[in-house]
């Protein structure tokens, strides 16, 4: 039987309790499907893989556009979907509340608030700033029910800074803000990992790994990181692929279809619409 929402986000929580689990991410129906096939127990959504699909740049797209693809995300699939809501599409922070509160109304177990500004030259809000508005998001979930997964994201790896120590420090005034999960995107390395996992114990952490990487999931896991998700790492993956399928072709040349999907196979996987 389809899980209710309620039994999505009650098993996205469990998930997060111990252990580690891999939260790849889809950009379509398809993708989604299969990934649900394939064993996976939970799903994140990518704002790049949604925005690149769509012919858009990544932190591009409107909060309508983001809500629909919630929508379809969440009813894709009996498994619990975390949302990638960028900075919470808020010029403040109750513009970020009713935000989020909208994005819980589309069935998602639990959400993602960045501290992005998406201003090259300031692109960090304050520590504080960040923090009422993660704080506002919080009490938007609150106010909904409370069974949606809260997590707040450092983004100084992203945007080019590279200091550990303010990376740890944001993510700790998020954890006291309310985040159920910490995330800092960018970081690379076991003592990094070792020490962000150190610093917001008891609280999980996520881990991004979208590229080629030294480590395993099991790897990663004995450092103490309770999920690991790919971003647009998939994506990108399928896009390669595209990419040099079409680019021969345009060469005048077919070989690039030498690694491509049996059509019966596909048929096969989604003839039924499930």
Known sequence: MPRTVAGKRAAF??????????LPNPWDIGSARYLQQLGFKALATTS???????????????????LAHLRVIVQATDLPVNADFENGFG??????????????ETGVAGLSIEDSTGDAGTPQFPVDVAVERLAAARRAIDDTGGDTLLVGRAENFVVGSTDLDDTIARLNAYAAAGADCLYAPGIKTREQIEAVVRA?????????IGATSSFTVQDVAAL?????????G????????????????????????????????LNGLFGDGA
């Open 200 to 208: 917001v114990a008891p609280k999980p952490v996520n881990l991004l």
């Open 224 to 232: 103490g990181v309770r999920r690991v998700s790919v971003g647009g």
């Open 48 to 66: 790049s893989g949604l925005a690149w699909s769509l012919g858009h740049a990544d932190n591009t797209l409107s909060r309508d556009t983001v």
């Open 13 to 22: 929580r469990e998930l997060h309790a111990a252990g580690c689990f891999t």
């Open 91 to 104: 010029a403040d922070p109750a513009g970020v509340a009713e935000s989020v509160r909208l994005a819980v």
């Open 234 to 265: 998939l994506a990108r993956a399928a896009w390669g692929g595209f990419i040099s399928a079409a680019q021969g072709l345009a060469e005048g040349r077919f070989d690039g279809f030498a690694g491509a999907a049996n059509g019966g196979t």
